[in-house]
């Protein structure tokens, strides 16, 4: 029997839909208990990697529109998340930043992850760990990319 044309018959393919599958239902979980959509919570976590982020900057990192930047960010400001502040370096723009602490679930949530993928790091050498970087490095990249992509 053959696959479904969207469904790879490549077994590490099917792994990589597999991990990204996972990674995006525990983000949309995390959301949930945030009260954020998936893009929300993801626009979140790049603001507290990256920020404080412009609005142009986030629109970039994200692919979404200005507009739909905007109302995303009224409803971090909203849920306490985020706030809206002069850009230092040029007032005339507005820097977006995160602010307080997350709830101590979702913070207790990340703290469980954390630990559980050390354990799962623990395993590999350095070279091994090397190259898992790499892929990961060189994936995001791929993904980032993509992203643009479909945005554009």
């Not at 954020?36 to 920020?51: N, S, V």
């Amino acid at each position: 029997m053959t696959p479904p044309a969207d469904r790879p018959a490549d077994p590490g393919a099917i792994l990589g839909q597999e991990f990204s599958a996972a990674v995006v239902l525990f983000h949309e979980a995390v959301g949930r208990r945030l009260g954020l959509t998936p893009a929300d919570h993801r626009a979140l976590t790049l603001i507290r990697l990256h920020g404080p982020l412009t609005a142009t900057a986030l629109s970039r990192l994200t692919g979404l529109t200005p507009g739909a930047v905007t109302g995303l960010v009224d409803r971090l400001e909203h849920a306490g998340l985020a706030r809206r502040a002069p850009d230092p370096a040029d007032r005339r723009r507005t820097a977006i930043s995160a602010t307080g602490e997350l709830p101590a679930d979702v913070i207790a949530a990340f703290a469980d992850l954390s630990s559980r993928m050390a354990a799962v790091t623990a395993a590999y050498d350095e070279r091994e760990l090397a190259a898992i970087a790499d892929f990961i490095q060189n994936t995001t990249t791929v993904l980032r990319d993509q992203t643009r992509r479909l945005s554009s």
